[in-house]
Each structure stands twice: as structure tokens, then as C-alpha cells.
């Protein structure tokens, strides 16, 4: 693959500080491309700093567009797409759901294959997590893990509470605190021995509570676009369970975790997905969403719009 000089655009400021999924993505493929021998540049917000890579701050829209240099192959979007006549090669990465399909340019390439049907799309590349970031361990400890936004409803806190106080689970809680319940509901619930808060972790904190964990408990109840805490899962060598909204179908199968819809399911699916083998779990993810993978599909797509194929048509 010859070398190319790309530019990767993003609305916030770089790297992120807590969770940040959209971000960690951005970082992820620029560090990769670099890996490969491609030359970077990153538009992104004021204090944004990344080693190794070319930084030009930009704080809106119109900032990034003037601050893209005129010498790149390519203008990779995560955020501030451009007019539908800029002028260079380029493509947009939408990372979370739109429900205005006029606003969603052109040139866009979605993160699943559900998301990109539910978007009209057809092209869509899997986002990727660098695995050295996270721990492997086949020997786990007695407690499911739910590491999703507890203050948003549809991530399904309150539901997780409710299994975990059903089914007597240990279940630690991770993304953030009891008081993010009130919004969420299911405070009141929270109270009781077998559910354990622990506040937003990242990091070290972060590896150790999902290769430990048992499984990770994914009760949403929305389109999920993606989900890396699936794959930040499996990397662990921790299977899934998980309700069947959004991507979950596509990235969690029978050898790598198991499904449920109905509360009363959940005890048979948590018996499947405990009896995966970790090792397998660590390499479904490595083979099909890892960072250096996700960067390749990336790299392919801008050698075809490079060579002239309409991919968007």
C-alpha cells in the first residue's frame, strides 16, 4: 500500500479525559496510521496533543475547514462535516444515531451494518480498540460487570440493578454514581448487597475491572451503533450478555457471549455466555476489531476514492 498524507478532522479536543468512545477511536487510527508509515495530521480542538502527530487547532466548523492543509490524499471527518462541494477527497464517519437523514452527508460511512441500514447506507467499517490497553485473564472473579453512561436510560442501569437483586448476581457498576440513578431510575433499588458502585474508571482501574469480571452485563434498550465495551470485553477474555438491540447481534455470538430479551431468559443466557472460552472472546476481537484491523479497512476505503470509484452512489 503506497504512503499517504492524511488528515483526520474531530469536534473534540484530544486525547479524551474520561470516557470518550469517539475520541479514543480517532486517537486509536491516527497512532496506527503512523505504525504503518502514513503521515497524519489531526484538526481537533485547542489543547488537543497527541505524541508524534501534527496538531492544528480548530474551534468550529469553519476554523476546521480553513485549518485542513491543502496537501493531504485524503480528509478523514469524525465531527464538522463539510460543505457537499469541498472540493479535496474526503469521507464522514457518523458515529451516533441521526434521525434527520438530510443532515447525514454524502459521503458517509457508518460503524455497523444495522446502523448503516437504519441510515440508508450500505457502507460501514467496525470501529477498532487497541488491545494493549487491556488485560487478558482467563481466571475470573465472582462479579458481573455493568461499564456503561448509568445516567442514560436506554444504557439499562436500572434494569441490570433489577437482575442483579432477582438472580442474587454480584454486579459492580462502573460509569458513574448512584446519584446519575435519579434521572435514570432504579435509586431506590441500588441499595442492596449484591450491586456495587464504583464511579467512572479508566485506565489500569478500567482493564482490571473487565478481565476480572465474569461477563459483562449489556441490558440496553436502544439502537446501539456500535458498542465498545463489548469489544473492550472480549479483549478481556470476558464474555457478553446482552439484550439484541442495535449492533449487539453482529459482534456478540453463541461462542463469545449469549442474548436475551426477557428477564426470565437471563439466567440461561448468563449459563451460555459463562461457559465461552475467554480465549476465544480475546481472539473474535482481535480478528475483527482491533485497532491496526479497523485502520486497514479505513486504509482500503480511501485507496478506492483515491482511485476514482464512487463508493457513495
Not at 497524519?40 to 492543509?69: F, H, K, Y
Not at 462479579?143 to 442483579?164: C, D, M, N, T
Not at 457478553?240 to 455470538?253: F, M, Y
Not at 436475551?260 to 459463562?274: G, H, V
Request: aromatic share 10%; net charge neutral; proline share 7%.
Amino acid at each position: 500500500m503506497a504512503q499517504m498524507k492524511i488528515c483526520l478532522v474531530c469536534d473534540t479536543r484530544l486525547p479524551a479525559k474520561k470516557y470518550g468512545g469517539t475520541e479514543r477511536i480517532v486517537v486509536w487510527l491516527l497512532l496506527e496510521y503512523l505504525k504503518m508509515g502514513h503521515a497524519v495530521v489531526l484538526v481537533a480542538p485547542t489543547g488537543t496533543s497527541i505524541p508524534g502527530v501534527t496538531c492544528v487547532p480548530a474551534d468550529s466548523r469553519e476554523q476546521a475547514l480553513m485549518a485542513i492543509p491543502r496537501d493531504v490524499d485524503i480528509v478523514h471527518f469524525h465531527g464538522w462535516p463539510p460543505p457537499s462541494d469541498f472540493a479535496m477527497p474526503w469521507l464522514f464517519t457518523l458515529h451516533g444515531n441521526e434521525p434527520d437523514s438530510s443532515r447525514i452527508p454524502a459521503n458517509t460511512v457508518c460503524i455497523s451494518a444495522n446502523h448503516a441500514q437504519r441510515h440508508g447506507r450500505s457502507l460501514f467499517v467496525y470501529n477498532g480498540i487497541n488491545p494493549d490497553e487491556f488485560i487478558y485473564r482467563e481466571q475470573k472473579k465472582d462479579y458481573l460487570l455493568f461499564f456503561s453512561l448509568v445516567r442514560r436510560p436506554v444504557k439499562g442501569a436500572a434494569r441490570a440493578i433489577r437482575l442483579a437483586r432477582r438472580y442474587s448476581m454480584p454486579t459492580v457498576f462502573a460509569g458513574g454514581s448512584r446519584i446519575d440513578l435519579i434521572k435514570a431510575g432504579g435509586l431506590s433499588e441500588s441499595f442492596h448487597p449484591m450491586v456495587k458502585f464504583v464511579g467512572k474508571k479508566g485506565g489500569l482501574e478500567k482493564a482490571e475491572l473487565f478481565s476480572n469480571a465474569k461477563a459483562l452485563l449489556f441490558p440496553i434498550s436502544w439502537e446501539e451503533p456500535f458498542g465498545l465495551v463489548l469489544i473492550e470485553s472480549l479483549l478481556s477474555g470476558t464474555p457478553v450478555v446482552a439484550t439484541p438491540r442495535g449492533s449487539v447481534p453482529e459482534l456478540i455470538n453463541s461462542d463469545v457471549g449469549a442474548l436475551f430479551t426477557d428477564d426470565d431468559m437471563f439466567p440461561d443466557a448468563l449459563e451460555k455466555a459463562l461457559s465461552c472460552s475467554p480465549k476465544h472472546c480475546r481472539e473474535w476481537a482481535m480478528t475483527y476489531y482491533s485497532s491496526s484491523v479497523c485502520a486497514s479497512n479505513y486504509l482500503n476505503l480511501y485507496e478506492r476514492i483515491l482511485s476514482g470509484e464512487n463508493l457513495f452512489a
